[in-house]
Structures are given as structure tokens and as C-alpha cells.
């Protein structure tokens, strides 16, 4: 078992930055891949981004260039560095974890990862 801890959300202007992080308690996270997923309001979950316990990411398009997703496995806690903020990324961003010990992430679906934060609000303004 695995607890999530997701923090770092707000209120930014367009073209801002924020930085989330997710601790995680329980287990070492080292045995396992991390995911960001987000959720607007009328919309499904969606992927953002997935590390792997090496540090291999997968980032979903409208992420890359301006979403960086790290870990730091001696803190437990995984990271996504937003640039560039749109109000189009506005939602809930929620960690999830899964057991996975390859080196690419593949697992886009929520329905792969067992485990979920309770979610921070992220808010752009145009």
C-alpha cells in the first residue's frame, strides 16, 4: 500500500509556472511508476505525464515542451514543473502510482494505476 499527497496547485496568470509535488508514504516509491493525471470539471481524467522508477517519461503532446515530470526516490516524492501555463490546463491534477519496473511508462489509462492523491486544484486565468 501506498498513500498520495499532492500539494504546490493555485491560482496562476497565463504564462505562469507552478510546481506540484506528490509525497508518498507507505512504500518506497522506487517500486513503482508515478503519474500525473488531470480532471476538469464536465471532463474525464485524462494522462499528463508518467515517470518510471529509472526516470524514463512519457508526457502526453500538449505537455511536452512545457511539463517536466521528476522524482527524487530518496524523498519519496515525485514532482511536474508546469510552464507556460494555459488556461486550458486548468483542473485537478491528481498523482497516481503503479507497480512497474520497466524503464518506459507505457500506462496511460487511469484505470492502470491502483493508486491516487486526493487531487490540487490548478487554476489559470486568462
Known amino acids: 500500500q501506498v498513500q498520495l499527497v499532492e500539494s504546490g496547485g493555485g491560482l496562476v496568470q497565463a504564462g505562469g509556472s507552478l510546481r506540484l509535488s506528490c509525497a508518498a508514504s507507505?512504500?518506497?516509491?522506487?517500486?513503482?511508476?508515478m503519474g500525473w493525471f488531470r480532471q476538469a470539471p464536465g471532463k474525464e481524467r485524462e494522462f499528463v505525464a508518467a515517470?518510471?522508477?529509472?526516470?524514463?517519461?512519457t508526457y502526453v503532446d500538449s505537455a511536452k515542451g512545457r511539463f517536466t515530470i521528476s522524482r527524487d526516490n530518496a524523498k519519496n516524492t515525485v514532482y511536474l514543473q508546469m510552464n507556460s501555463l494555459d488556461p486550458e490546463d486548468t483542473a485537478v491534477y491528481y498523482c497516481?502510482?503503479?507497480?512497474?519496473?520497466?524503464?518506459?511508462?507505457?500506462?496511460?489509462?487511469?484505470?492502470?494505476?491502483?493508486?491516487w492523491g486526493q487531487g490540487t486544484q490548478v487554476t489559470v486565468s486568462s
Open positions: 497516481a502510482a503503479k507497480v512497474f519496473f520497466g524503464k518506459v511508462v507505457t500506462a496511460r489509462s487511469p484505470s492502470e494505476y491502483g493508486y
Open positions: 507507505g512504500r518506497t516509491v522506487s517500486q513503482y511508476a
Open positions: 515517470i518510471s522508477w529509472s526516470g524514463g517519461t
